[in-house]
């Protein structure tokens, strides 16, 4: 199994759920810049979308969009999905608020938008940070148990400190205690975000 990232991008959600789920798999990451994978390959024959994440299996076949990756993963490791008749559900309603609502607000902020777009998106963030940051529930999203879910809201949080964004302080608490998993510091390390022990 083949994991292909870029660097601090929301594929980053999928290597710390990799790590998390304790799976075998290997990581290559992706310029996305040029389309080139890290060994010279043309990433557009890999994923004709162009974009990360895309989780190659061992069957030789290819899942892309980083909710359904991260289900994925959570269907292989019932210990990264809420518990409850509702667990999955739930764990699904979380990943798509954060992907519709979180993640494509930053998009006037990585794709040069206008200072006016930039504002709007910003004040949207604002809200929605603040909407998910009133259900965390414990230490995580549904309570002691660390969910694929908290793996991508930690991500998409992280972009904050890029954009000179706020973040609710108890999200701020949130990321501080994520970042301390072992799984998520060994992922930030292999992406070259943290200085490897």
């Known amino acids: 199994m083949k994991l292909y990232y870029a660097p601090g991008a929301c594929s980053l959600s999928d290597h710390i759920s990799l790590h998390e789920a304790g799976l ?90 206008s200072e006016e777009e930039k504002a709007k998106a910003s004040k949207m963030l604002d809200k929605r940070f603040g909407e998910i940051a009133d259900t965390i529930d414990g230490p995580f999203l549904f309570g002691e148990r660390f969910t694929v879910a908290d793996a991508y809201l930690f991500v998409i949080s992280t972009w904050t400190e890029h954009f000179d964004l706020d973040l609710p302080a108890s999200l701020r608490a949130f990321q501080d205690r994520v970042k301390q998993r072992p799984a998520v510091r060994k992922a930030m390390e292999h992406e070259g975000l943290l200085e490897e022990a």
């Open 24 to 113: 075998p798999f290997e990581h290559e990451r992706v310029d996305l810049s040029t389309g080139k994978t890290e060994h010279g390959n043309d990433f557009f024959a890999v994923n004709p979308k162009g974009y990360v994440p895309a989780l190659e299996l061992d069957d030789g076949s290819l899942l892309t969009e980083n909710v359904a990756i991260l289900d994925w993963i959570g269907q292989q490791a019932p210990k990264l999905v809420p518990e409850g008749p509702l667990g999955r559900t739930r764990m699904l309603e979380a990943l798509a608020f954060t992907g519709s609502e979180l993640h494509k607000n930053f998009a006037p902020f990585f794709a040069e938008g």
